[in-house]
């Protein structure tokens, strides 16, 4: 079986990485306005499917990814590199707590979100997917450093009772927020949502997004149209 993800315009390859090419990431990815934004940092990287999505998207020039595991990082410069923007993507091992490159256009991020949890036996996934290396009040601390404070946003995706617990902590505004729903009527069971610094109180952008319709497993056409640019089966 292949380890290799394919995408219309490029190429993930996963191996030995713990988190996997996911609807989260590449729902996020689809999803964020990045009309004029000139730098990006992706927080946890992964793989680097997010920072390629921002890549193939926009006119960004410098788009970082960090994660603070060495497998993952490796696996993401290789796939910079093998994609068909090298020269405007950067991968580093390091953690975002550590990091200093700045300010930026656009901070996004797909994060670690089990708090309560048994931890995996296997270490890579547990800092892929459990808060012990990234608190939500580090997250926040960070980004509230690197998002340019006049235009910048941070995007990220999680499911809805630590959405609201993210929104309860942090120094940002929701300036933007999308619901969604596997069906029509149904439970949110993920938010994505753009926050900024706000000086005044504003208007929040509400979206809902449904991804199968009612009648089976059949997408929406909301959902093809929103990631049409990226599978191979749209």
Known sequence: MSNTFQFKQF???????????????????????VAAVERVLDIGTGTGVIALMMAQRSESQTIVGVDIDSQAAQCAAKNFIDSPWSDRLQALHTSVQEYEGGTFDLVISNPPYFTNSLLCPDSSRTTARHTTSLSF????????????KEHGRFALILPTEQMERFLEITNLKVVRRCDVRSKAGGKVIRV???????????????????????????????YRALTKDFYLKF
């Open 137 to 148: 009040e580090d997250l926040d601390s960070a980004v509230c450093k690197m998002v340019d």
């Open 11 to 33: 190429a993930v390859n996963q191996t030995d990485v713990a988190m996997k090419v996911g609807t989260d990431g590449v729902l996020l990815g689809a999803w964020v306005d």
């Open 192 to 222: 994505m949502a753009e926050l900024a610094f706000a000086e005044r109180e504003q208007d929040v952008v509400c979206e809902n997004l449904i991804i199968y319709a009612d009648s089976g497993r059949e997408y929406t056409e909301q």
